[in-house]
Nanobody
């Protein structure tokens, strides 16, 4: 089992920045890709980005458009989502996830992930 705990959410103005963290514990060796998803009120959960186990490969949703960056610190078993130029439409609950195995475009699908955090609220005011 793997436990994921997100932190770093909050209220920010349009154009502001936030950095979300996702700390993993438990059977870390089971984890391959790590991902971020988000869910806005009344909408389905959507893919934000993913990072490979090596950290060398990242993939982002089109709406990110260079504004977000995922990184990882293996020593801390933590993955980060740095967000800049935030917009009101970025308002959502952000979830981190971990996959025991996925590749390529399979890693953009929520069904590919085995473990999920509890979510952290990000609110961008206009």
């Amino acid at each position: 089992q793997v436990q994921l705990v997100e932190s770093g959410g909050g209220l920010v103005q349009t154009g502001g920045s936030l950095r979300l963290s996702c700390a993993a514990s438990g059977s870390i060796s089971d984890i391959y890709n790590r991902g971020w998803f988000r869910q806005a009120p009344g909408k389905e959960r959507e893919f934000v980005g993913t990072i490979s186990r090596s950290g060398h490969v990242t993939r982002y949703a089109d709406f990110v458009n260079g504004r977000f960056a995922i990184s990882k610190d293996d020593a801390k078993n933590t993955v980060y989502l740095q967000m800049i130029s935030l917009k009101p439409e970025d308002t959502a609950v952000y979830y981190c996830a971990a996959a025991s195995g996925c590749s390529g475009f399979g890693c953009v699908k929520s069904g590919s992930y085995d473990y999920w955090g509890q979510g952290t609220q990000v609110t961008v005011s206009s």
